[in-house]
């Protein structure tokens, strides 16, 4: 949802598609969600259906006729597809691309080539932060598991000690750091600017991994002391490869959105001239759009011909990185219909009305309201887009800065405590071979670091920008 959108929510010229008061809006709102952990938790339904009957329920619990719900439910997915689907594909394809070629596997290579000892632990989240900026969590991890057993093993490590750090690495990329679904989506719902949201989110991010990893795994490796599981390890990428990119080729190429992102947002800053052309370049080139389509196109040449694929391979890398997204388009655009759907019922400006009596600030609010919904769903990107639709509203008076704030305690409150309703848990329990006493003594506990230490640092950041 853009700017303009949030304003005129937040005036008399949108009414809502129900007069429903405060009371019976609160209970649509419960109702809903409680109908989407039900059908999530209990019944194991699939989140895209899950967001779907959820948001119909909330506009019959509202009192809303139900051909303006299922309208609003279609034009808040519809928009929400439009605003960040073809991001979420462009950036699928630049994960694949890295992963196939090798570029993935000769980052890890040469920084670990670098590392040893004490510093091992410090290697695994930079190689995790980097690798994690173009790819999905889930991606991320089956990429680097098979590295995490290998140190673990050849250096005789504790498993935690290495394994924490990438984890914590993977974790913060993908609930702050742009172009991840869930920050897209939230950036789209509250009208964030993109530019200032990345590099907020990068200073947010590196203490927050600091933390969470390299200080964090020191614990972890106490309570939970396993050595890398005796399995055979996952093939590597680029095992099967006669050649494969570059360090630096493949360094530039995973930069090179976040690089182009960041210089908009800085010239917007400096110049702050909507007639001036360097603006309007940069206002180009820095766009998501274009910054991810050059990222794609350059990977082509420096990840593709560079690993010896010819046009066919090209394609092939493509096609497999775009059909694994379909679910994730689907949850993400249900979960704009969701959201939608809370505006139009009146659910946004009802938070407005409610949230001017509190004392509590705007950006702890929206930690809280992500921080329940993600422990009642186990979906981080499922409470992102519900927690920036509940909160979208409150962007309206907000500076430029503050609101992207309010998109990272979003971001920050997603990530806190995964446990046995997240995918992610039984994802990490099963590839370190860990019971879910131990997942929940390192995983869990990391995550709820992450949330908090974030959560934090957005506050204080608030205060002194």
């Known amino acids: 949802m853009t700017r303009l ?12 598609i129900t007069s429903a008061g405060h009371a019976q809006l609160g209970i649509a709102v419960l109702a809903g969600i409680a109908v989407i952990v039900l059908l999530i938790t209990k019944f194991k339904l699939h989140a895209f259906l899950a967001l779907t009957i959820g948001s119909l329920v909330l506009g019959a619990v509202a009192g809303a006729p139900l051909d303006k719900a299922i309208t609003s439910f279609t034009t808040g997915l519809g928009a929400t597809v439009a605003g960040v689907g073809v991001l979420i594909a ?3 394809i630049l994960g694949k691309l890295l992963a196939d070629s090798g570029g993935a596997d000769q980052i890890v290579d040469t920084i670990l080539a670098k590392a040893g000892g004490r510093a091992m632990p410090w290697a695994m989240v930079l190689i995790a932060s980097v690798v994690g ?32 750090p ?6 913060v990329m993908h609930g702050l750091i742009p172009p991840h679904p869930g920050p897209l989506v939230a950036i789209d719902a509250v009208g964030a600017n993109l530019g200032v949201t990345l590099a907020l989110g990068i200073l947010v991010a590196i203490p927050t991994v600091i933390i969470a990893g390299p200080v964090f795994s020191r614990f972890a490796a106490r309570w939970v002391d396993v050595p890398a599981p005796d399995r055979m390890l996952p093939q590597r990428a680029s095992e099967e490869l006669e050649r494969r ?21 800085l010239v917007d800053i400096v110049v702050d001239d909507p007639t001036d052309m360097t603006q309007r370049v940069f206002d180009v080139v820095g766009s998501p759009l274009i910054a991810l389509l050059a990222a794609v196109i350059v990977g082509f040449f420096t990840l593709g011909r560079a690993a010896g694929f010819g046009k066919d391979r090209l394609q092939q890398t493509v ?22 759907t809370l505006i139009d019922s009146g659910v946004g400006q009802m938070i407005l009305d409610i949230s001017k009596d509190w004392s509590i600030p705007a950006l702890l609010l929206a930690w809280l309201i992500a921080v329940a919904i993600r422990l009642a769903t186990g979906s981080a990107t499922v409470a992102t887009i519900s927690a920036a639709g509940l909160v979208a509203p409150l962007a309206a008076d907000m500076s430029t800065t503050h609101t992207a704030l309010l998109v990272l305690a979003i971001g920050a409150g997603s990530l806190f405590f995964s446990h046995v309703n997240d995918a992610g848990f039984w994802l990490v329990k099963e590839y370190f071979g860990l019971s879910v006493g131990q997942t929940v003594k390192t995983w869990s506990v990391m995550e709820t670091i992450i949330s908090v230490v974030a959560g934090g640092l957005v506050l204080l950041l608030s205060l002194v920008i």
């Open 5 to 16: 959108s949030v304003e005129m929510l937040a005036s008399d010229t949108v009414q809502p």
């Open 90 to 92: 462009l950036g699928a």
């Open 133 to 164: 900026l173009p790819l999905f969590f889930e991606v991320g991890i089956v990429l680097l598991i098979p590295v995490v057993l290998m140190v673990a093993k050849r250096g005789n490590y504790s498993l935690m000690r290495i394994g924490i």
């Open 166 to 171: 990438a984890l914590a690495g993977l974790s």
């Open 245 to 265: 990119p570059g360090f630096g080729a493949t360094l530039a190429t995973m930069l090179l959105p976040v690089v182009l992102m960041l210089a908009k947002a």
């Open 319 to 340: 096609d497999k990185g775009l059909m694994p997204i379909a679910g994730i388009l689907l949850i993400v655009g249900a979960g704009g219909g969701f959201k939608q």
